[in-house]
């Protein structure tokens, strides 16, 4: 009988190695996906041959990344867009599965690309359309903290008729259309969020008019220029990026031959909404980007790289500063430019 317990026993036992070692093996197997490969497009931001070199490094980071959360990515390919368009086709048709892209592309392309991460920059301290803020006589100051966003600003210059204008702002008083009409306006390509389009926005928005309706407008090829025209009186008014002070304000009098401090010679008459940053968006008909726990895993792998020196280096190639989660909403008022200046 003894002998009998005893075979039943090393039976069972055998059973539960058994067992067990199945067990182990199926955790491990569902503990990590395989993905054979991760397509990227990247908008041109610029000449292709530095953003293929320098984003090379990009696809082991987050091979490593991805692993740590469950994923394992066989193969990462990065390439570079021939056209802003060209990535948003790519998106749209799940030829690559994520792309670095602007706010612009994403809402032409949204029927067929989710937005995943929004692009930070370095904010600064003034971040409201109160006007009496930004002409108090405090001048804008970048800040430690990055933000998922950033403003147009209309800037008058120290021409009489930019001072004119601006001195009535400081009272409170709204500008006419015809004031605003008199002056001569410096603009960047019709293109260009800040430059251009938000602008021409705000300018609807308050009197139903856009730059296209404007008698004097000079176009530049560089806000360098845009803002050495504005201190030289070429033009009146410019319209920029709301830091453009900040950005400018050594050069105002070393290379633009400003006659004293630009934040004596310059005042601000207009504020845009916020301008959301570029995207890390993916591709609703991408296969792998049906898994919506794949996606998640990835976002959350491309922040903690963003939040590295050498994957800062890798991000600071397409302009960005790192990233933090994004909303479709956030980009309502790009959706709103696109339908209302066309």
């Known amino acids: 009988m003894m002998k009998k317990w005893q075979v039943l026993i090393s039976a069972l036992l055998m059973s539960c190695v058994f067992l067990s070692g199945c067990g182990s093996s199926d955790t491990q197997k569902s503990g990590s996906k395989e993905v054979e490969e991760l397509k990227i497009a990247v908008s041109p931001y610029q000449d292709a041959d530095t953003i293929q070199t320098k984003t090379e490094p990009l696809g082991k980071m987050i091979q490593e990344k991805m692993k740590e959360k469950g994923y394992n990515i066989k193969k990462v390919t990065i390439n570079v867009g021939t056209s802003y368009n060209a990535v948003g086709e790519a998106l749209s048709s799940g030829s690559a599965d994520m792309g670095f892209i602007s706010g612009a592309t994403y809402v032409m392309y949204d029927n067929d690309v989710d937005v995943l991460l929004t692009a930070l920059r370095q904010g600064i301290d003034k971040d409201t359309t109160d006007l009496s803020v930004w002409n108090n006589g405090t001048p804008e100051a970048f800040k430690k903290d990055l933000v998922k966003y950033y403003r147009s600003a209309i800037v008058v210059g120290p021409s009489a008729k930019g001072q004119a204008l601006l001195a009535k702002v400081k009272r409170g008083e709204k500008p006419t259309w015809d004031e605003l009409n008199d002056l001569t306006w410096g603009v960047m390509s019709p293109a260009s ?8 926005l705000w300018l609807k928005d308050n009197y139903g008019k856009k730059i296209s309706d404007l008698s004097h407008v000079v176009q530049s090829d560089s806000y360098t220029t845009l803002t050495a025209r504005l201190a030289s009186g070429q033009v009146d008014v410019i319209v920029a990026y709301s830091h453009i002070r900040a950005h ?40 792998v980007m049906q898994d919506e726990n794949f996606r998640k895993a990835l976002g959350e792998s491309l922040i903690e790289i963003g939040k590295t020196d050498e994957g800062l280096k890798v991000l600071q190639t397409l302009g960005h500063k790192g ?20």
């Not at 969020?193 to 021409?200: E, I, K, R, T, V």
């Not at 633009?256 to 008459?269: E, L, N």
């Not at 909303?327 to 696109?338: A, H, I, P, T, W």
């Open 323 to 342: 990233y933090d989660w994004a909303q479709s909403s956030d980009y309502d008022g790009e959706r709103k430019v696109q339908k209302e200046l066309k």
């Open 193 to 200: 969020a800040s430059g251009y389009l938000y602008p021409s």
């Open 248 to 287: 400018m304000a050594k050069n105002w009098q070393e290379k633009f031959d400003g006659t004293a401090d630009i934040w004596s010679q310059t005042g601000v008459i207009g504020v845009t909404d916020k301008i959301y940053n570029d995207t890390v968006s993916v591709s609703k008909t991408s296969k």
